[in-house]
């Protein structure tokens, strides 16, 4: 029996870039193993919920290894959705 995918805020690490007209790029994400990837493309940037860990913010749309997901900014704390165990 398949159980439906849970999911967990896990803050992170982000590498960004800031122009001189204050626009923000987020380059790389630092997870909490350590692990860093490269964002490959910023698709969409606007204010958002986290509809699956709850929580609002900034919701940058972004490219990482060809994976499209949600990267949130949050009065200057950044996390991502988590695939795994609630809880762990």
């Known amino acids: 029996m398949n159980q439906p995918q849970q999911f967990r805020k896990v803050y992170v ?3 960004l ?3 001189p007209e204050g626009d923000v790029r987020p380059n790389t994400i630092k997870f909490e193993d350590g692990t ?4 490959d493309r910023l698709r969409h940037r606007c204010r958002a919920h986290a509809t699956k860990v709850g ?3 900034v919701r940058y749309t972004v490219v990482i290894r060809g994976q499209e997901t949600y990267l949130f900014e949050d009065d200057g ?3 991502v959705e988590a695939r ?3 809880g762990c």
Not at 36 to 39: G, K, N
């Open 36 to 39: 860093v990837y490269a964002i």
């Open 17 to 19: 870039t800031v122009s």
């Open 13 to 15: 690490e982000v590498q």
């Open 55 to 57: 929580g609002t913010g």
């Open 84 to 86: 795994g165990n609630v």
């Open 77 to 79: 704390k950044w996390f």
